[in-house]
C-alpha cells in the first residue's frame, strides 16, 4: 500500500463547476500538507499549505485537512480553463524533510 | 515568492556524454535542495536530498556515482548524469527549502524548479 493515494482521472468539468480533489494517507507521523499545481512540462507550484485538521481557504482554493480520517481535499471554485493542470497532494513529517507525493489528478476544465 | 530557478530546460545529446544541471534559488538561500525524477504522466520521485556543504543523501536505488550532486553554496546545487544512456532519458526537477524561519510557514515547504528535460539518443 502507498503511503499516499491519489485518484489519477483525469476529471473533466465543465467551466465554472467546482473542482474536487483528494487524498488518503496511512501514516499518521505525517503533520503538513500541501497541494501543488504542475502544468505540462513545468515543476510543481505550491498553493496550498496546512498542518492543522480543518478548512483554509486562498481566493478561490480551499484545502480540507481530517487528520481523523488520514484524508485531505482541494476544492478549486469557479474553474477555468487555466486551472487544467495536474494537481499533486504532498505530505510532510513533522521535523521531516522528505516529501511524499500522491500520484497527481489531472484536472480538464472545458469552457 | 520563493524563485527556483534550473538550467538548462532542455538537453538534448548523445549516449556517453555527461550532463549537468544547476539549480539555484533566487531570493533566498536553501541549506536543503531535492532532485527528483519524473516520467511521463507519473509523480515525483526522489533521488537525493543535498546539503550544503555536505554529502547528498541518495534514495535508495539511485546509483551515486551516476547521478554526481554538488551543493556548494547555499544558492546553487548541481546534478550531473555522468555517462548518461537512453534509459536515463527523464524530466529532472531540483526544489529548495528557504534556510529562514518565517511566521507564514512553521514548516518551510519546498519551492520547485521549473525541471530539465533530459533526452538521450
Known amino acids: 500500500q502507498k503511503e499516499v493515494e491519489q485518484d489519477p482521472g483525469p476529471l473533466s468539468v465543465p467551466e465554472g463547476a467546482i473542482v474536487s480533489l483528494n487524498c488518503t494517507y496511512s501514516?499518521?507521523?505525517?503533520?503538513?500538507f500541501m497541494w501543488y499545481r504542475q502544468y505540462s512540462r513545468k515543476g510543481p507550484e505550491l498553493l496550498m499549505y496546512?498542518?492543522?485538521?480543518g478548512n483554509k481557504e486562498d481566493g478561490r482554493f480551499t484545502a480540507q485537512v481530517d487528520k481523523s480520517s488520514k484524508y485531505i481535499s482541494l476544492f478549486i471554485r469557479d474553474s477555468q480553463p487555466s486551472d487544467s493542470a495536474t494537481y499533486l497532494c504532498?505530505?510532510?513529517?513533522?521535523?521531516?524533510?522528505?516529501?511524499?507525493f500522491g500520484g497527481g489528478t489531472r484536472v480538464l476544465v472545458k469552457p | 515568492g520563493a524563485v527556483v530557478s534550473q538550467h538548462p530546460s532542455r538537453v538534448i545529446c548523445k549516449s556517453g556524454t555527461s550532463v549537468k544541471i544547476e539549480c539555484r534559488s533566487l531570493d533566498f538561500q536553501a541549506t536543503t535542495m531535492f532532485w527528483y525524477r519524473q516520467f511521463p504522466k507519473q509523480s515525483l520521485m526522489l533521488m537525493a536530498t543535498?546539503?550544503?556543504?555536505?554529502?547528498?543523501?541518495?534514495e535508495q536505488g539511485v546509483e551515486k556515482d551516476k547521478f554526481l550532486i554538488n551543493h556548494a553554496s547555499l544558492t546553487l546545487s548541481t546534478l550531473t548524469v555522468t555517462s548518461a544512456h537512453p534509459e536515463d532519458s527523464s524530466f529532472y526537477i531540483c526544489s529548495a527549502r528557504d534556510r529562514r524561519a518565517s511566521q507564514r510557514y512553521s514548516n518551510q515547504p519546498q519551492h520547485f524548479g521549473d525541471g530539465t528535460r533530459l533526452s538521450i539518443l
Open positions: 501514516n499518521s507521523a505525517f503533520q503538513y
Open positions: 496546512t498542518y492543522s485538521s
Open positions: 504532498a505530505i510532510l513529517k513533522a521535523a521531516g524533510n522528505k516529501l511524499t
Open positions: 543535498s546539503n550544503e556543504g555536505s554529502k547528498a543523501t541518495y
